[in-house]
């Protein structure tokens, strides 16, 4: 992990200071349009830590005390920085075959056949440990640049008991090497791989029984997940490996009712999972079990936008039943190539009809909440982690406006600046 910041930094003269600032609960309904915003706004950090937030002529003798070095942030929106709750960071190769043949017509599904999930993991399982580390720092360093300071990322590409740690060993990696935040998830139960095709029985257990025990042991997961859909794996198959994952200490998260309604949302909420992600095909029961559990709803729309879907998922009913919403990118080679949590908030205010309000709400502080990291993580508070993102532009709608543009100027994880832009 690198060192926390030492010099203290002073933040000041933001137009817009979005704090995110609230009780320690995640955000629903009408709290999630709600960001805390202070005009002429200052942030004060000493170390890793935020010491002070509030207006810049409320904070500036301090600041003068602490001998912070000022940065200007005039004509500028100051907020937390993105916390990105759902990725496949650790990938070889990509998908542009996929992607062709979508385009003349053929599904996600169809596509499967000869590519997808199986290809990439044909290409990882080739791929050396050095290789992956240094293309997935490159990502990183991305993600940094347009305002992410938090990534959780999942294996799952693997696909059997070497290639798993080779990614999970990667993470590990990374999370000492980069600046930005690296959440590691076992996605074991990603697809059945190809050594496996006449049944899932021997893989499952191989996952459950040896592979969740080593992960635990070595400690290179938070949390488990699985790919619980049409062509992947049942809601039966699925209980019995995030079962294993609780048994062992992992926290479940779960790819659910995505491309067909499989009831995973619901054994979401049975687990007491941290998450039930994508949700393009909940029903009206669903989304209720939901909004009464903890289980943090994440979207992902940019997985729809580049599969040329009509459909998104229906952030509005699961808004106004009271679920807690989060966004995230769903970087990954297959379905959503994209690192830009920018870009992710402007397709859930014009496809998913999200207010820029709420859009922020979800991509930073009830992200935090899905990573159970919302004590220290997703808003700018006296006492948290100075984590944080300048976007150039003077109100924060503008930052889903200009759609696919990227406003960040300066990017800080743990008081210490980890881009800025020349
Ligand atoms: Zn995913």
New binding site residues.
């Given amino acids: 992990m690198p060192p926390p910041g030492s010099r203290a930094l002073f933040f000041r003269k933001a137009t817009q200071l979005l704090t995110l600032a609230g009780p320690p609960v995640p955000r629903r309904s009408t709290a999630l349009g709600e960001l805390g915003i202070i005009q002429d706004g200052a942030v004060l950090t000493a170390g890793s830590r935020i010491v002070r937030v509030g207006t810049t002529a409320e904070l500036e003798a301090e600041a003068r005390r602490l001998k912070a070095r000022p940065i200007d942030c005039r004509g500028c929106v100051l907020m937390p920085g993105f916390v990105d709750c759902?990725t496949?960071l650790v990938f070889a190769g990509n998908r542009l075959e996929d992607y062709e043949q979508r385009i003349q017509g053929k599904s996600y599904e169809e596509t499967a056949a000869g590519g997808g999930i199986r290809l990439s993991a044909h290409r990882l399982r080739q791929a050396s440990p050095r290789d992956l580390a240094r293309q997935a720092t490159c990502f990183l360093k991305e993600f940094a640049a347009h305002g992410t300071t938090t990534v959780e990322a999942?294996s799952g590409y693997g696909l059997d008991l070497a290639n798993e740690l080779k990614i999970l060993a990667v993470m590990r990696r990374l999370r000492r090497m980069s600046p930005v935040e690296v959440v590691p998830t076992l996605l074991a139960a990603h697809a059945l791989p190809p050594e496996y095709q006449e049944g899932s029985k021997a893989y499952l257990e191989l996952v459950a029984k040896r592979l969740i025990p080593l992960v635990a042991r070595k400690k290179l997961a938070e949390f488990v997940d699985c790919f619980c859909d049409r062509g992947a794996f049942s809601v039966p198959e699925c209980r019995r490996v995030l079962a294993a994952g609780v048994r062992y200490g992992l926290i479940p998260r779960i790819?659910a009712e995505q491309l067909s309604r499989t009831g995973a949302s619901r054994l979401a909420a049975e687990l007491g999972a941290a998450s039930a992600?994508h949700l393009d095909h909940v029903t009206d029961a669903d989304v209720c079990r939901l909004a009464s559990s903890q289980v943090v709803a994440v979207l992902?729309p940019g997985a729809n936008f580049h599969l040329g879907l009509r459909r998104y998922p229906p952030a509005r009913r699961l808004i106004h039943a009271g679920a807690t919403v989060a966004l995230a990118t769903?970087f990954?080679p297959g379905s959503s190539p994209t690192l830009n949590m920018q870009f992710v908030l402007s397709l859930a205010c014009t496809a998913m009809r999200m207010t820029p309000a709420e859009a922020i709400s979800a991509a930073t502080i009830n992200a935090a909440y899905s990573l159970r990291r919302a004590g220290r993580l997703g808003s700018l508070e006296r006492g948290k982690q100075a984590d944080l993102a300048i976007m150039a532009v003077s109100d924060y709608r503008e930052i889903p406006y200009y759609f696919a543009w990227n406003h960040c100027v300066l990017t800080v994880k743990r008081g210490q600046i980890i881009y800025c832009r020349e």
């Fill in positions: 759902h496949h999942k790819h992600d992902l769903d990954n």
